[in-house]
Every structure is written in structure tokens, then in C-alpha cells.
């Protein structure tokens, strides 16, 4: 951004839908907010304020959904995602950007369509922790690879047809872990640099208000409604990978 002030209102117009969209459905801060900012970011700072930030939305909404968090269930998650990440961001000198941002849109779209037609699951599916746990390693490495926090873990919660609390206090813990663990080979590259710091500072009370108005109208809304953002979201996200 050349000099602070020039796309500032963009900047943190981006920074408070991005949160507010977090906020009600537990992702979808990176797609929402880097749709403005690169067009008056680098990418690597919108890549460094995508994890800063996101650990911030995500932290606080976990925080706020403490009650419903079951390490049980979490751990195959955590311990697959924690697996994943360095994986992902190894393969991001040898991947081609362009085709593996084709290849998750296309997968977006195509499972938000078909689960929006298929019949709502009335009882959770249990699964084995193995499958959770290989389910959490692929987001991991797509996480590494994209930023995609929890893309992967939020179509399994939903394909699985659990209740809305319960897929948020899974698939949020999980974005946590993979993008502290992001930040730390980010940090370790030296790619967080003082304009960007100064971004983040401007852009928190913005990322607050965001992320506490979408807490508020979650706390509103039913399942199915729920569920119905939640596939619009993954749809969109799909096209705008596309585009």
C-alpha cells in the first residue's frame, strides 16, 4: 500500500466484512478480505495479515464457542492439520499457484451444489479418528498451500450433517492450530515487516467489530440456516478461486 492513507477505507472495509462473514459462519476471512486487499496490497502482505488477523477471528470466536469443544473429538483433527502444514508449504516451490486454485474451486462448487440438493442428514455420522485424523492432514496441507484454514474440515463437519455448534467448535480449533503454525514459517522467513505490523494495528478495531456482530447474528440463526450460509460461502469461495 503506498502510503497508508491512500486505500485505507478499502482496507478496512475488507478487514470488518471479512470478520463479520468469520464471525457467522467460522471461515471464510481470507477469501472474503483478500478480494479487496490485493487490489491495494502485495500479496505477501495480505498472506501475513490473513494469518495475523485470522488467529485473532478464529481465537476469539473458539474462545466464545469454549463450552461446545470436545478434545476427543479434536485431537485426530489437530494432530492431522499439525502434520499437514509443513507438507502443504513445502510444496509451494514446486506447485503451480494457478491449476491448484482451479483444482480446489472446481471442488468447492462442485460439493456446495450437490450437498445444497442432497437431503439434510437428521443425525450426525460418527466416524472413525483415523478418518479424522487424514481429514485434518489434508487440510493441513492445503492450509500450508493456500491459506485455506479450515475449508477441508468444514465440508466434513457438514457432509457429516453435525449440528451448528458443533461443526464451529471443530472445524474452528483446527484453522487455529494450522495458522499458528503458518505464522511460525512465516516468522521464521522474516516475512512480517513494520508496514505490514502498522496494517494490522489500524485494521483491529474494524476486525473486532466484525467478528463480534457475526458472533451475534450466529447466536440467531438455526441449523438449517446455518447450513445454508455455509454451502453459499463454499460456493462463492469456489468461484472466486475460479476467477
Not at 33 to 62: D, M, N
Amino acid at each position: 500500500m503506498d502510503g497508508i492513507a491512500i486505500e485505507l477505507p478499502l482496507f478496512l472495509l475488507a478487514t470488518f466484512v471479512g470478520a463479520f462473514v468469520a464471525g457467522l459462519s467460522g471461515f471464510a476471512f481470507g477469501l472474503v478480505a483478500a478480494s479487496l486487499w490485493l487490489y491495494v496490497l502485495t500479496p505477501l502482505q495480505s498472506a501475513s495479515l490473513i494469518i495475523g488477523f485470522g488467529l485473532l477471528v478464529q481465537g476469539y470466536s473458539v474462545w466464545k464457542l469454549r463450552a461446545a469443544l470436545d478434545w476427543r473429538r479434536l485431537w485426530p483433527f489437530v494432530i492431522g492439520a499439525l502434520l499437514g502444514v509443513p507438507v502443504g508449504v513445502a510444496f509451494l516451490t514446486s506447485t503451480d499457484p494457478r491449476s491448484l486454485r482451479l483444482g480446489v474451486g472446481i471442488i468447492l462448487i462442485a460439493y456446495s451444489l450437490y450437498a445444497f440438493f442432497r437431503p439434510q442428514l437428521k443425525l450426525a455420522i460418527a466416524m472413525p479418528p483415523a478418518a479424522d485424523a487424514a481429514v485434518g492432514f489434508v487440510n493441513g496441507v492445503l492450509g500450508g498451500l493456500t491459506g485455506l484454514a479450515g475449508i477441508v474440515i468444514t465440508i466434513w463437519c457438514n457432509l457429516r450433517g453435525l449440528p451448528k455448534d458443533v461443526q464451529r467448535a471443530t472445524f474452528q480449533p483446527v484453522a487455529v492450530v494450522v495458522f499458528a503454525t503458518a505464522a511460525l514459517w512465516l516468522g521464521a522467513k522474516g516475512s512480517f515487516t513494520l508496514e505490514t505490523a502498522r496494517l494490522f494495528a489500524l485494521g483491529l478495531p474494524f476486525l473486532l467489530a466484525g467478528t463480534w456482530l457475526g458472533l451475534k447474528l450466529f447466536g440467531r440463526i438455526d441449523d438449517a440456516t446455518f447450513r445454508r450460509i455455509v454451502l453459499a460461502l463454499l460456493f462463492a469461495s469456489g468461484v472466486a478461486l475460479l476467477f
